[in-house]
């Protein structure tokens, strides 16, 4: 958009509106007119409302709107933690979005009252059932969603899952079945707040590349027009699955490895046909579902990432399935949909994924890299550090496990008593200058709430600070170097490379000084706008 021609419609407005103004006062000079002019002039006490409202909308609009970041709990495996401590791991890391394959009671029940939203699942093995019966429909609703609901708030209910990638043909039973579970949805009225859809992978396409040749397989269209139309009418998204990973692992030679992490160091990559620039595979998958859609005249339906990840483990030939690449990948996912950056095709679009997968599952067939897509493993400690926020500072150097050219971090000492560390904390906090909001509660570096982990967080944000030297870390004697890196899960200890000058300690503690994020004078203005705003209609209101 240009600014320029932004700030000269607005001048337009207001000088269309100086001109009204005058003509208003010319009425009045006319005592014939003068009932006229009374009824323009309370007309035009709210256009300077109207005018301001419409200057505050992008305030709002900044500050209000944004990606979603989901996860996808999969529970293939033996070893897992029960529901109700995977409810409290996915509070701890302030995830607010999660995706279930089935309707399992004692999950949905152990999201209650957790303010996450719930994306529960039909699996393929209920499709016929489902399309045969309304009654059987009815019934799993009322046993399985309705005693649960509105505590756990369940957002969507995807109908099947990648249907075209198993052997059995189910494609025909999705589109009845979606139909039966929107009728039992408006049989309790809940249409409009749980949206009925299915998830697909990049199969249904018969071409992705370039992604504006993106066109959906023939073969399928009976039963993906429908449900188009289904999606379109009922105000539902369109969800797919992408992975880059696959891209790359299976046509090495085609696809760089730097192109599929969102590396920014890859070799772009032009569409031919729209000279469009793609930086990264995630784009370019995406693009192609968008313009497959665009061709069939689905222009507006909006596209939902119901998977996309990256495997932290894999066979002897899955040399790119790495803790790394797995956290490079994520992270970089995340911070480009959080900070809206869109595609080529739709610059700025609000793309809502959910990241695969919670844990390792370790009763998926297949190869090695199949059950080791996790986040966490089964004592819920991190397979890798990741910034569920998109907004912090988490260094990654992929293939190695470094994290940065300076290497070092201060951290308590083990031998160090209590009243040491509780004295050398409270200096650090106090006069040593350092940011400690990140080890307040509800903050990422709070857990675990112990005396020597909160002394560490401090002790290295001040040796950072004053320029990762030997005295900087001394504190009496409590503190000691490390070339460990002591980061884990939300919570990231800085290095010195990444700190900036004087006081202004953002270190571990995300903040969102990143590109993309809201001005903190925004934030701070936002209450000030509000009050002002109701003043000012209240004054008119008196009128």
Same mark, same amino acid.
């Given at each position: 958009?240009?600014?320029?021609?932004?700030?000269?419609?607005?001048?337009?407005?207001?000088?269309?509106?100086?001109?009204?103004? $005058?003509?208003?006062?010319?009425?009045?000079?006319?005592?014939?007119?003068?009932?006229?002019?009374?009824?323009?002039?309370?007309?035009?006490?709210?256009?300077?409302?109207?005018?301001?409202?419409?200057?505050?909308?992008? @305030?709002?609009?900044?500050?209000?709107?944004?990606?979603?970041?989901?996860?996808?709990?999969?529970?293939?495996?033996?070893?897992?933690?029960?529901?109700?401590?995977?409810? *409290?791991?996915?509070?701890?890391?302030?995830?607010?979005?999660?995706?279930?394959?089935?309707?399992?009671?004692?999950?949905?029940?152990?999201?209650?009252?957790?303010?996450?939203?719930?994306?529960?699942?039909?699996?393929?093995?209920?499709?016929?059932?489902?399309?045969?019966?309304?009654?059987?429909?009815?019934?799993?609703?009322?046993?399985?969603?309705?005693?649960?609901?509105?505590? &756990?708030?369940?957002?969507?209910?995807?109908?099947?899952?990648?249907?075209?990638?198993?052997?059995?043909?189910?494609?025909?039973?999705? $589109?009845?079945?979606?139909?039966?579970?929107?009728?039992?949805?408006?049989?309790?009225?809940?249409?409009?707040?749980?949206?009925?859809?299915?998830?697909?992978?990049?199969?249904?396409? %018969?071409?992705?590349?370039?992604?504006?040749?993106?066109?959906?397989?023939?073969?399928?269209? @009976?039963?993906?027009?429908?449900?188009?139309? @289904?999606?379109?009418?009922?105000?539902?998204?369109?969800?797919?699955?992408?992975?880059?990973?696959?891209?790359?692992?299976?046509?090495?030679?085609?696809?760089?490895?730097?192109?599929?992490?969102? %590396?920014?160091?890859?070799?772009?990559?032009?569409?031919?046909?729209?000279?469009?620039?793609?930086?990264?595979?995630?784009?370019?998958?995406?693009?192609?579902?968008?313009?497959?859609?665009?061709?069939?005249?689905?222009?507006?339906?909006?596209?939902?990432?119901?998977?996309?990840?990256?495997?932290?483990?894999?066979?002897?030939?899955?040399?790119?399935?790495?803790?790394?690449?797995?956290?490079?990948?994520?992270?970089?996912?995340?911070?480009?949909?959080?900070?809206?950056?869109?595609?080529?095709?739709?610059?700025?679009?609000?793309?809502?994924?959910?990241?695969?997968?919670?844990?390792?599952?370790?009763?998926?067939?297949?190869?090695?890299?199949?059950?080791?897509?996790?986040?966490?493993?089964?004592?819920?400690?991190?397979?890798?550090?990741?910034?569920?926020?998109?907004?912090?500072? $988490?260094?990654?150097?992929?293939?190695?496990?470094?994290?940065?050219?300076?290497?070092?971090?201060?951290?308590?000492?083990?031998?160090?008593?209590?009243?040491?560390? *509780?004295?050398?904390?409270?200096?650090?906090?106090?006069?040593?200058?350092?940011?400690?909001?990140?080890?307040?509660?509800? *903050?990422?570096?709070?857990?675990?709430? &112990?005396?020597?982990?909160?002394?560490?967080?401090?002790?290295?944000?001040?040796?950072?600070?004053?320029?990762?030297?030997?005295?900087?870390?001394?504190?009496?004697? !409590?503190?000691?170097?490390?070339?460990?890196?002591?980061?884990?899960?939300?919570?990231?200890?800085?290095?010195?490379?990444?700190?900036? !000058?004087?006081?202004?300690? !953002?270190?571990?503690?995300?903040?969102?000084? %990143?590109?993309?994020?809201?001005?903190?004078?925004?934030?701070?203005?936002?209450?000030?706008?509000?009050?002002?705003?109701?003043?000012?209609?209240?004054?008119?209101?008196?009128?």
């Amino acid at each position: 958009m240009n600014p320029g021609g932004r700030g000269q419609n607005v001048g337009l407005g207001m000088r269309s509106l100086a001109k009204t103004v $005058v003509k208003v006062d010319a009425f009045r000079e006319d005592p014939s007119l003068q009932g006229v002019a009374d009824s323009m002039g309370r007309r035009l006490t709210l256009v300077p409302s109207i005018a301001f409202l419409l200057l505050l909308m992008p @305030f709002f609009a900044v500050h209000c709107n944004g990606s979603k970041v989901g996860v996808c709990y999969g529970r293939n495996a033996d070893d897992l933690p029960t529901p109700d401590k995977v409810a *409290q791991l996915i509070q701890l890391h302030s995830i607010k979005y999660v995706r279930i394959y089935d309707s399992n009671i004692q999950v949905i029940k152990a999201f209650a009252n957790t303010g996450v939203e719930l994306m529960v699942g039909v699996p393929n093995s209920d499709l016929l059932p489902f399309s045969q019966y309304q009654s059987n429909v009815d019934t799993w609703l009322k046993n399985s969603i309705l005693p649960y609901y509105p505590a &756990t708030m369940i957002t969507y209910i995807t109908v099947g899952a990648e249907v075209t990638e198993i052997k059995d043909n189910v494609s025909a039973l999705v $589109v009845p079945a979606m139909v039966n579970v929107l009728t039992a949805l408006k049989k309790v009225g809940l249409h409009k707040r749980i949206k009925v859809s299915s998830t697909h992978s990049l199969g249904i396409l %018969s071409r992705s590349f370039p992604p504006s040749a993106g066109a959906l397989d023939s073969k399928y269209a @009976f039963f993906l027009k429908p449900m188009l139309e @289904f999606l379109v009418e009922n105000n539902s998204p369109f969800m797919v699955d992408l992975y880059p990973y696959y891209a790359y692992r299976e046509s090495p030679s085609n696809v760089s490895l730097d192109y599929a992490l969102f %590396s920014s160091s890859a070799v772009d990559v032009i569409d031919p046909n729209t000279g469009l620039v793609y930086t990264n595979m995630f784009d370019a998958q995406l693009d192609s579902i968008f313009f497959a859609l665009m061709a069939l005249n689905f222009r507006t339906l909006k596209i939902m990432v119901t998977e996309s990840g990256w495997p932290n483990k894999g066979a002897a030939k899955e040399t790119a399935a790495t803790p790394d690449n797995a956290q490079t990948y994520n992270t970089n996912l995340i911070r480009h949909v959080v900070n809206d950056a869109g595609t080529p095709t739709k610059p700025g679009e609000q793309i809502d994924i959910y990241v695969f997968s919670l844990f390792n599952e370790n009763r998926k067939p297949g190869l090695e890299s199949e059950r080791n897509w996790g986040l966490f493993y089964p004592d819920q400690t991190s397979v890798y550090s990741l910034d569920w926020t998109g907004m912090g500072n $988490v260094d990654i150097v992929t293939g190695a496990n470094i994290t940065s050219s300076n290497g070092t971090w201060c951290v308590a000492s083990s031998n160090a008593s209590d009243a040491d560390l *509780q004295n050398a904390l409270n200096w650090a906090c106090g006069s040593g200058n350092v940011d400690c909001s990140a080890i307040q509660p509800s *903050q990422p570096c709070y857990q675990p709430d &112990t005396l020597a982990s909160h002394a560490s967080y401090a002790f290295n944000s001040f040796y950072q600070l004053n320029g990762a030297t030997d005295v900087a870390c001394n504190f009496g004697g !409590t503190g000691v170097k490390t070339i460990k890196d002591p980061s884990y899960d939300a919570c990231v200890y800085s290095t010195s490379s990444k700190m900036g !000058t004087g006081n202004s300690t !953002t270190s571990a503690a995300l903040t969102s000084s %990143s590109e993309g994020s809201n001005p903190s004078w925004l934030k701070e203005s936002l209450p000030y706008m509000f009050t002002l705003l109701f003043v000012y209609i209240a004054g008119i209101a008196s009128h």
